[in-house]
């Protein structure tokens, strides 16, 4: 929790509270998987580094669509982490997943 940004400061600290609460099941300890947050923090998240690999070299749009499909898995649909996780605003992802066919909803 210390490493996140917190964009939107105490207002969402504290849905993340109590979400965790929630998806805790009423266990005595909250761990980091029911606090659902992107890993680590936008700067260790730049700085990190990416290694790709590919048989075929794709084109910029398949890069794109496999990124969203990732992060539209790991995040469960939830627009506002992935979009957080993928560096823009929620209105650009919508942009984003406009042209995609299984955009979450």
Do not use: C
């Not at 969203?68 to 984003?96: C, H, K, W």
């Amino acid at each position: 929790m210390e490493s996140y940004s917190w964009p939107g400061n105490v207002r969402e600290l504290g849905n993340v509270v109590e979400r965790a609460i929630i998806m805790s099941h009423g266990a005595r300890r909250i761990e980091p998987d029911h606090l659902n947050l992107p890993p680590g923090d936008d700067n260790a998240r730049r700085n990190a580094g990416v290694t790709l690999r590919f048989d075929n070299l794709p084109t910029v749009d398949e890069l794109r669509e496999k990124y969203l499909a990732e992060l539209t898995r790991r995040f469960n649909g939830n627009r506002r982490l992935i979009a957080d996780a993928a560096g823009v605003s929620e209105r650009n992802l919508y942009r984003m997943l406009g042209k995609r066919d299984d955009g979450p909803q």
